[in-house]
């Protein structure tokens, strides 16, 4: 069946530095991806997203990256802070598709 | 605000009780998604609703119910035949575009945490 897997379950990083988070998909009919943050107690707060037409997508502070070839995406946050510490979800799904299949998460810890 | 609401944000379940989760939203959207998260892993599918008085199971549906009475709401049943029941449970909703690369979103709200007593 479809599976989304984050390479690491968790990432510490010095506060200032740029965090990496990565997620590899099986399904080569995917095609838009969904990036969460879900700070703990609540529920996934969306990020970003791109669909399978780009490579690359900018949001404030945040860049996704698309490699379809080896089905691999990642999230660059730069100057990571203290509020960004949480757990980052990526998400995988294809056109008409009624269904997301979310990944299972990398715990961001920030170092001071 | 438009938003999806939970409640309550804590429930207890006795042995042998039903109880019922609350989602509402108020963002006109027609898919509606209830997820289980157990600590320290992803959010596994319960049950989805793509229009009103329809909904399917999802990967893990055995000992939940839900309905679909009216577009901006969506409750979950724990029934006593779910035997392991306390988790963090999440509501979602997500509109639907048109046509092919028109895919949106799931928003969610800030989940429910049951628990047995």
């Known amino acids: 069946g479809e599976s989304v897997g984050l390479h690491l379950p968790t990432l510490s990083v010095q506060e200032g530095d740029n965090s990496i988070i990565n997620c590899a998909y099986s399904n080569s009919a995917s095609d838009y991806f969904i990036w969460y943050k879900q700070e703990s107690g609540k529920g996934p707060q969306f990020i970003i997203d791109i669909r399978s037409n780009m490579d690359k997508r900018q949001g404030q502070r945040v860049t996704v990256l698309l490699n379809k070839t080896v089905k691999h995406l990642s999230l660059q946050i730069a100057a990571t802070q203290p509020g960004d510490s949480a757990v980052y979800f990526c998400a995988v799904t294809y056109s008409s598709a009624s269904k997301i299949i979310f990944g299972s998460g990398t715990r961001l810890s920030i170092r001071p | ?117």
């Open chain 2, 1 to 117: 605000d438009g938003g999806i609401t939970q409640s309550p944000k804590y429930l207890f379940r006795k042995e042998g009780q039903n109880v019922t989760l609350s989602c509402e939203q108020n963002l006109n959207h027609d898919a509606m998604y209830w997820y289980r998260q157990d600590p320290g892993q992803g959010l596994r599918l319960i049950y989805y609703s793509q229009i009103v008085n329809d909904f399917q199971k999802g990967d893990i549906a055995e000992g939940y119910s839900v309905s679909r009475e009216k577009k901006e709401s969506f409750p979950l049943t724990v029934t006593s035949a779910q035997k392991n029941p306390t988790a963090f449970y999440l509501c979602a909703s997500m509109g639907y575009g048109r046509g092919p690369g028109s895919n949106q979103p799931q928003h969610f709200g800030d989940g429910t945490r049951l628990s047995i007593l």
